[in-house]
Structures are given as structure tokens and as C-alpha cells.
């Protein structure tokens, strides 16, 4: 399976500061996701991202949250000022390979706001 | 708004028995369904996916069929091994490069 990285795999921090969340995707592909899953709940949609501006977004990402592409490999989630409800599991995805079909998933940041 | 629904929270087999994993949804403009599966404090995994204009696609042990007029697909896993216990996603998307839109999970334990 094509690979996605992510770091860090675990960020702690407290309500109110700012953390950014990073990840590498398949290489080649212009469109990149964001994605979270809050314990025990499903997987959520957050923000899609192509050719450098945001495609998509859901009603979650609201303005605390940011998407961008500091360098040509490298794609950051930044939220500005954290609350407890947004300690989740954070998986970003690429599609991998000629197809665009299939969407290949990170292995995730653990963020815990406490 | 759940447009994918997985409402089996669970499922217990017996190693080299068939799991039989279910998935309803709500919107008929899905043209692409795939299934993840997921083990805890991990990204989900892809396991196989269908288009819409298929009923039915093959991958090894994993087999999934898809029966639009009654917006339901199901996984097959046979034989299921001890490895294969772990949340099973069902996803859906509406156009290429589209949003993936999840179920709620399918936990699926096999038993010796």
C-alpha cells in the first residue's frame, strides 16, 4: 500500500494554544485530506486541499482550523487555538498510484488537549 | 446527517468461518464505495472497493457486493483468521477526488 506519513504521532497540549499537525502524502498527487476521528465516533471529513487552495470543506473546519503547503512535500493542519473538543485522532489522505479511486490514510496524530 | 450507515456495532466469528459485514446508505448519487478497515491508534487500512456500475469485486479472501436498488453493500471475509479482527469502515464518495463519507464501524472479533 502507497505510503502517507505523518508526525507527531502523539501532540499534547493545552486549551487555548496552537498546534500543527503535519504529513507527507503520496507523492504526485495535487489533492490531499484531512480527516478526524473523536474516540469511540466515526471517521469525519474535514478540509480536501488541491493545487494549493482548499477544495472542500466541512462545517467543522471552522476558522480556528488552516490548511496549507509550507514546501512542495509537506502539508500542515494548524489549529490556532485548541479546545477540548478537538482532541481526536487526525489522519491525513492522498490517493495513491495512477487511480484516483482510493484514498490512502496516514497513520494519524493522537492530539490531546487538556 | 448519516449517509452511510453500518448498524451492526459488532460481530464475533469463528476463525475459518464467513464474517458477513453490512453497509446501508441514504444517498444515490454514491459512485464509489470502499471498504477500511482499522486497527486502534492506526490510520485506516484500504482493504477493496466497488464502483457503481459493478455488483460485485473479488480481492483474495474479501469479496464485495453492492446492490444499488437497495443502496446496501456487504464485505465477505472467508475464511476469517485471527488477524482480520479489528473496526471495519464502510466509506462512499460522490465524484472522483470527492470527501469519503464513513459508517459508523463494524468491530469484528474471530475467535479460535
Redesign the interface.
Known amino acids: 500500500?502507497p505510503e502517507?506519513t505523518?508526525t507527531p504521532s502523539h501532540q499534547v497540549t493545552q486549551m487555548g494554544q496552537e498546534v500543527i499537525l503535519r504529513c507527507v502524502p503520496i507523492s504526485n498527487h495535487l489533492?490531499f485530506?484531512w480527516?478526524r476521528q473523536i474516540l469511540g465516533?466515526?471517521?469525519?471529513?474535514l478540509v480536501?486541499f488541491?493545487n494549493n487552495e482548499i477544495?472542500?470543506k466541512?462545517e467543522i473546519f471552522d476558522d480556528q482550523f488552516s490548511v496549507e503547503r509550507p514546501d512542495g512535500s509537506n502539508f500542515t493542519l494548524k489549529i490556532r487555538s485548541t479546545k477540548l473538543e478537538d482532541s481526536a485522532?487526525y489522519?491525513c489522505?492522498s490517493?495513491g498510484g495512477i487511480s484516483?479511486?482510493?484514498?490512502?490514510?496516514?497513520?494519524?496524530t493522537?492530539l490531546t488537549v487538556l | 446527517d448519516q449517509q452511510v450507515k453500518q448498524n451492526s456495532p459488532s460481530l464475533s466469528v469463528q476463525e475459518g468461518r464467513i464474517s458477513i459485514l453490512n453497509c446501508d446508505y441514504t444517498n444515490s448519487m454514491f459512485d464509489y464505495f470502499l471498504w477500511y478497515k482499522k486497527y486502534p491508534a492506526e490510520g485506516p487500512t484500504f482493504l477493496i472497493s466497488i464502483s457503481s456500475i459493478k455488483d460485485k469485486n473479488e480481492d483474495g479472501r474479501f469479496t464485495v457486493f453492492l446492490n444499488k436498488s437497495a443502496k446496501h453493500l456487504s464485505l465477505h471475509i472467508v475464511p476469517s483468521q485471527p488477524g482480520d479482527s479489528a473496526v471495519y469502515f464502510c466509506a462512499a464518495r460522490t465524484d472522483s477526488w470527492g470527501k469519503l463519507q464513513f459508517g459508523a464501524g463494524t468491530q469484528v472479533v474471530v475467535t479460535p
Request: glycine content about 6%; aromatic content about 26%.
Open positions: 500500500e502517507v505523518q489533492y485530506y480527516y465516533q466515526k471517521v469525519e471529513f480536501s488541491y477544495s472542500e466541512s485522532m489522519f489522505a490517493p484516483t479511486d482510493t484514498q490512502y490514510f496516514g497513520p494519524g493522537r
